[in-house]
Nanobody, 124 residues
Framework: QVQLVETGGGLVQAGGSLRLSCAAS????????MGWFRQAPGKERESVAAISRSGLIKYYADSVKGRFTISRDNAKNMVYLQMNSLKPEDTAVYYCGAAEGLRYPPSPADFGSWGQGTQVTVSS
């Protein structure tokens, strides 16, 4: 089963940018669709963005469209989330997930592997 490690979280002011990275190991990366989810205190885990195995199909939650960009590098077993124009409501723990099958919109139930999460805090 693939193992995932997220990096790149931190504290940023509103309007700023962060780039999250997710490194995959112990698995055949290209068989997985990949997704980014986030979970704020007291809230359910929600889908932020997802990308197909080839990288040709991308999904974004309405709340992040035009601000976030998901990408993947299959040669490096990496998936990224570029986050621009950050808002305080983007504050959450961000998780990277891997799914062998993916529906749109993505559901956490589709993802069999998760990273440990990385905290993103946006100050106003």
């Amino acid at each position: 089963q693939v193992q995932l490690v997220e990096t790149g979280g931190g504290l940023v002011q509103a309007g700023g940018s962060l780039r999250l990275s997710c490194a995959a190991s112990r698995g055949s990366f290209t068989i997985y669709s990949m997704g980014w989810f986030r979970q704020a205190p007291g809230k359910e885990r929600e889908s932020v963005a997802a990308i197909s195995r080839s990288g040709l199909i991308k999904y974004y939650a309405d709340s992040v469209k035009g601000r976030f960009t998901i990408s993947r590098d299959n040669a490096k077993n990496m998936v990224y989330l570029q986050m621009n124009s950050l808002k305080p409501e983007d504050t959450a723990v961000y998780y990277c997930g891997a799914a062998e099958g993916l529906r749109y919109p993505p559901s956490p139930a589709d993802f069999g592997s998760w990273g440990q999460g990385t905290q993103v805090t946006v100050s106003s």
